[in-house]
């Protein structure tokens, strides 16, 4: 069974970064196009960047300049796609997820708090 596992979230201050990343295993997902998610308190899941299999990529106006998404599309990738996030904010703060498209299963997510 296909899981996906998300690490690297943390507590910084505002104005620093973090870089997340995701690794899933039982699946081959260098085919598919993968998204970085974030669910904060009381509000929805939203898609906050995305990257397909030729590299190109799309981000929320909320992340656009600041956040980056990048993937290693080896087969045999432990880590399937990074979130490098710069500038953080404290409305960056939310449990971040990654997922394939379509969509699997939801990982665990990884906790950003972004505080002073």
């Known amino acids: 069974q296909v899981q996906l596992v998300e690490s690297g979230g943390g507590l910084v201050q505002p104005g620093g970064s973090l870089r997340l990343s995701c690794t899933a295993s039982g699946s081959i997902f260098s085919i598919f196009a993968m998204g970085w998610y974030r669910q904060a308190p009381g509000k929805q899941r939203e898609l906050v960047a995305s990257i397909t299999i030729a590299g190109s990529t799309w981000y929320a106006g909320s992340v656009k300049g600041r956040f980056t998404i990048s993937r290693d599309v080896r087969d045999n990738a432990k880590n399937l796609v990074y979130l490098q996030m710069n500038s953080l904010k404290p409305e960056d703060t939310a449990v971040y997820y990654c997922?394939?498209?379509?969509?699997?299963?939801w990982g665990q997510g990884t906790q950003v708090t972004v505080s002073s």
């Open positions: 997922n394939r498209f379509p969509q699997i299963p």
